[in-house]
């Protein structure tokens, strides 16, 4: 019992912080979500230390589910109407931008001595974004301009292209290395990308015929979680991806759902307690320290992932004829980075143990710096784009 009331009140208080960060970040530049991790931070281990253990192992399952709404989310904007108005830029811009921020990072490892082998890796798993807190940024926003639009759409599916990067990578470097397998990482990627994607289709179809039904033109909450969690929970039990299982979903229920008025607003009334647990809890498993772990490979690093970035989204909007405002903002607005890239440098250690060393520190420690910074950006992008 005694365990349960500390866990409750953890909670509380942790909700209680997200009113504070929601409060705070209307009146100011910093965004919530820069203002939850932050949070998290002061209550972690990294300072006061009074999150109970009992939450901090309920973490995954948390974010877990944040991050499956999330890809319901932003399947959601994924519609028709959106790819025949700005496919082209959704396309170009996306893969510019992963390409580019991967050709950028690796050249300057290489320019400072880095192996080649280790730049390779560092300059894919550079590409990959952080949906959540790119989502959240917008959402708080409050705005619905084209290109918040444009930006939910690329967000969508740059990590897509990270992965199948990524694994193209994953697939060089063992061939460098002359190992088994070479062919095994894109392999691995194409079914976990396709897989998803397969998965999501097969819940959505019948999901958009008969969701919306006992309250006419309105899915009902049970609905709409329900879907959330069937899908996402298939995709962990199959080992393929549940953001782009239930980003799939969400695209295939927006386009062909026609009686539904808008599919997605019960989830958006219920996602908000679970981001802000998500947040605060990631702050708190953020390792300030690692920042001082840098070095020179860091800051280069750093510095090339947003030029990357920045160049990348300016090449494409230009390439597919966008509004100049698009080429100037849309990579400020792509620099936040989360635990997609952590994922890819763990898995990338465990393959390569011999640079664990090296890709370790560097990307946990630049994911710290840019999921802080990246939404304060996005923010500054959103408002500077009408």
């Not at 998290?40 to 709404?69: C, R």
């Not at 289709?201 to 969690?229: F, H, S, W």
């Not at 808008?262 to 605060?280: A, K, L, Q, R, S």
Request: aromatic share 6%; hydrophobic share 60%; proline share 4%.
């Amino acid at each position: 019992m005694e365990q349960t009331g500390e866990f409750l009140v953890a909670i509380g208080g942790i909700l209680l912080l997200g009113l504070v960060a929601d409060a705070v970040g209307r009146r100011t530049f910093l965004p919530r979500v820069t203002l939850l991790l932050a949070c998290g931070l002061v209550i972690g281990d990294e300072a006061l230390g009074i999150i109970p253990i009992s939450v901090i192992n309920g973490f995954e399952p948390i974010a877990n589910l944040a991050l499956m709404m999330i890809g319901f989310l932003m399947g959601g904007k994924l519609t028709i109407d959106l790819l025949r108005r700005s496919g082209r830029q959704l396309f170009w811009i996306s893969a510019s931008a992963v390409l580019s921020t991967t050709v950028i990072v690796t050249l300057a490892m290489l320019l400072i001595s880095v192996p080649l082998n280790i730049a390779i890796l560092l300059g894919c798993i550079a590409a990959a974004t952080a949906p959540a807190a790119t989502v959240d940024t917008v959402l708080e926003s409050g705005t619905e301009t084209r290109f918040s639009r444009l930006l939910l759409a690329i967000v969508a599916i740059d990590d897509a292209w990270a992965l199948i990067l990524f694994s193209a990578g994953l697939s060089m470097v063992s061939l460098l290395n002359g190992t088994q397998g070479v062919s095994v990482s894109l392999l691995d990627a194409a079914r976990e990308i396709f897989g998803a994607m397969l998965l999501g289709a097969a819940i959505g179809l019948p999901a958009a015929n008969l969701t919306g039904r006992i309250r006419p033109g309105q899915p009902m909450l049970t609905e709409a979680l329900g879907l959330v969690l069937i899908c996402g929970g298939l995709a962990l039990w199959l080992n393929v991806s549940f953001l782009i299982a239930t980003m799939a979903m969400g695209a295939v229920i927006a386009n062909i759902a026609i009686h539904h008025d808008y599919p997605f607003h019960e989830i958006e009334n219920i996602e908000w307690p679970f981001m802000v647990i998500f947040f605060v809890l990631a702050g708190a498993s953020l390792d300030i320290g690692m920042l001082a772990e840098l070095g020179v490979i860091g800051v280069v690093y750093l510095m090339a992932r947003a030029a990357g970035k920045l160049s990348g989204a300016w090449f494409g909007a230009r390439a597919s004829h966008a509004d100049e405002d698009v080429g100037r903002w849309m990579g400020v607005a792509l620099l936040p980075q989360a635990g997609v890239a952590i994922g890819m440098a763990l898995l990338a250690a465990n393959q390569f143990p011999d640079y664990r060393q090296i890709i370790l520190p560097i990307v946990i420690a630049s994911t710290v710096f840019f999921e802080l910074i990246g939404p304060v950006f996005t923010r500054m992008a959103l408002r500077s784009v009408k």
